[in-house]
């Protein structure tokens, strides 16, 4: 079955963005424009907010905002509320809830370890067991196989992949079929590398010409069938690419077009067969060593005996791991540490770890304070349309881990208004550059920002704005967002 993504529509999307500009532009001079001193009381915010939340370009979407001042429970004022209690398609800010478990069950100092199992004799087979590390590169494969390498191995009879720990399927059942096939939706299984995705660029030759695949290592090119459809035209004309995969084999498919001489376009796949490619790449890497291998294989059987361990990696420290997965929006990360929640809070062997993960962050969070009545979820990413939270969920969460023991390490993991991560390029030259920590979130039609303000002029802030069901773009519903963010900043004591 072949499922296909579209990369970039060009002519659409340079309409887009000269469109999205020009409306940033005017209101950010509308922003600048205002005067110095102008602020506006607590008494004027309700209205302030729902001439945004009520306008014409938002007609068809539903719209929810809870905004309360930041503290103890007691001490919380709510600010402003519409449809605070009611539920919504959360996107990425489910990661929030997915960190949040995570930080509080397994601490900022947990780490996940990658181990090689065998004899430490010339001859010998050698077990990958992998744990779900999303941040094992190319560069760790080969450290474990120096590390083989000194331990006196000169030849692998067999090498066996362990792809046991993480049970049950690695693609999320609820995840829509463009989603699977893309990098931004890899596979999320125990033997991880390079985010199971494999980068390349489509690069124009001469007119008339198909465009030149060049994937980001040489390797896929063999492994991989390419049905190019796609031609370099003259400038000029409209630009457009579609890359995908088949959803069971490794075949690309490539159509569209773009003018000679301009830019390549990147992309992303997802990798059909993760274990294979991790343990082909392991096979590569211990070769580079001088290392023979003979037969190799994945099994999704667990070891039953204690084995010696010749090699180890691990991942970075649990706080750096949420880094990506907050400020970045890596779903890889998050779904890793869903599935690590589900093994590491089971009694017993999950049969499904995503399943477990579910049931383990909904209990772990209802143990901090948060109602499991107001959120359902059915990922750790939020690529699922099946996710389910209240704008209050989501403020009470962020509430709870301000005053939480790793209150630093989870706001710090945060993307920062002007700065960092997927806020860089949002409220640029306003006051709350530098003033907004917060997570995004994006799915069709659905786009949710929540997190922490600090007003120049007044006392800090919880705010968890989710937009559902509209009909405009993603970058028109950002600007929305950041028109009640600003009007949020203007707040004053009066």
Known sequence: ?????????????????????????????????????????????????????????????????????????????????????????????????????????????????????????????????????????????????????????????????????????????????????????????SLISDRNAINLSLVPQMIGQPLQVVWDIPTPASSWRVVNQSRTVAPGEAEFVSVGRDLGQPVLYVSGQLTAGSEAETAAIAIPDPAAYFIDRFRLALEAQGIAVGQTTVTLEPMTAPANELAFHQSPLLAELLIPTNRNSTNLYAESLLKTLGVAFSAQRPDQATEAGITAVTALLARLGVNPEEFAIADGSGLSRHNLATPAALVNLLQIMARHSQSAVYRDSLAVAGISGTLRNRLLDTPLEGNFYGKTGAVSSNVSLSGYMTPPSYQPLVVSILINNANQRASVLRQIIDEMLLTLAQLEDC
Request: glycine content about 10%; charged content about 15%; hydrophobic content about 45%.
């Open 1 to 189: 079955m072949q499922a296909k993504v579209a990369v970039k529509d060009f002519a659409e999307l340079r309409r887009h963005w000269c469109w999205g500009l020009g409306g940033m532009i005017g209101f950010w001079g509308a922003i600048a424009a205002l005067p110095a001193q102008a602020g506006i009381c607590v008494s004027e915010l309700a209205g302030a907010l729902d001439a945004i939340a009520t306008q014409p370009s938002l007609q068809s979407a539903r719209v929810g905002v809870y905004v309360e001042t930041q503290g103890e429970a007691a001490d919380r004022q709510v600010l402003y509320a519409r449809n605070a209690q009611q539920f919504f398609i959360p996107a990425s800010n489910v990661k929030l809830l997915t960190t949040a478990a995570a930080l509080d069950f397994l601490g900022p100092d947990y780490r996940i370890r990658t181990s090689v199992y065998g004899e430490a004799a010339a001859v010998t087979d050698l077990r990958v067991v992998g744990r779900g590390d999303p941040s094992l590169t190319r560069e760790d494969l080969v450290n474990l196989a120096q590390q083989i390498a000194q331990s006196g191995v000169r030849q692998v009879s067999t090498l066996t992949g362990d792809d046991s720990y993480f049970s049950g399927s690695p693609v999320n059942p609820n995840w829509e079929w463009e989603d699977v096939q893309a990098g931004y939706g890899a596979p999320v299984n």
